[in-house]
């Protein structure tokens, strides 16, 4: 994840987006347990609402044909396929948030990369990601299968929560985790010697 936002200022990221449309991320497997058809179904209520937005759907899976012929040809939902390197760092940064509703998840890599990118996070409260997401305090906890709890959160996200995202994902990084856990190491080492 260090590599990936190698030269990333998150300050002139949040300033470049108030000026670009409105970007909502997936970067998932393209499977109906990520909640995929869900994602799409709440888009089509927000552009009725909101001129200037646009999905991203970026990813592979088995439901890339269905889905290709569900969006049939819209013009703000676009379908990029597996993203790798420059180009999947380019998709975080143009990005305004990026949304997992998956039905399961343990503890998936790619929200951790949105949040280092200073994406707010909108996903499922399931596995792992009710540990790293709290509710309107980094990102939005939805509902399971339901559209309306979808559509409302991407409507109510702040760009303000760019910031605590990037800093909590930087507190995962692993250089940093060493250092907490070689200051505990040495504490308890110090006080055992006495």
């Known amino acids: 994840m260090k590599n990936l936002i190698k030269n990333f200022y998150i300050n002139s990221v949040i300033e470049d987006r108030k000026k670009i449309p409105f970007i909502t991320l997936y970067l998932a497997r393209i499977e109906k347990e990520k909640v995929i058809y869900e994602l799409i179904e ?7 609402n909101y001129n200037d937005v646009y999905l991203i759907i970026a990813g592979d899976g088995s439901q890339i044909k269905a889905i290709n012929n569900i969006i049939n040809n819209d013009d ?6 597996y993203v790798t390197g420059g180009i999947k760092t380019d998709i975080y940064k143009k990005s305004s948030i990026y949304v997992l509703p998956s039905y399961t998840e343990c503890m998936p890599l790619s929200v951790l990369e949105a949040m280092a990118f200073g994406l707010p996070i909108i996903c499922s409260e399931i596995g792992g990601l009710s540990d790293i997401i709290r509710d309107k305090e980094n990102g939005i906890l939805v509902r399971c299968k339901d559209i309306n709890s ?5 409507e109510n996200l702040y760009l303000n929560i760019s910031y605590i995202n990037f800093n909590k994902a930087t ?3 692993s250089k940093q985790v060493v250092s907490r856990l070689e200051a505990i190491y040495k504490k308890n ?3 055992y010697s006495l």
Request: no cysteine; net charge positive; glycine share 4%.
């Open 42 to 48: 709440a888009f089509k209520l927000i552009k009725r």
């Open 171 to 173: 507190y995962f990084y």
């Open 189 to 191: 080492i110090y006080n």
């Open 76 to 81: 703000r939902i676009k379908m990029v396929g």
């Open 150 to 154: 979808l559509y409302l959160a991407i």
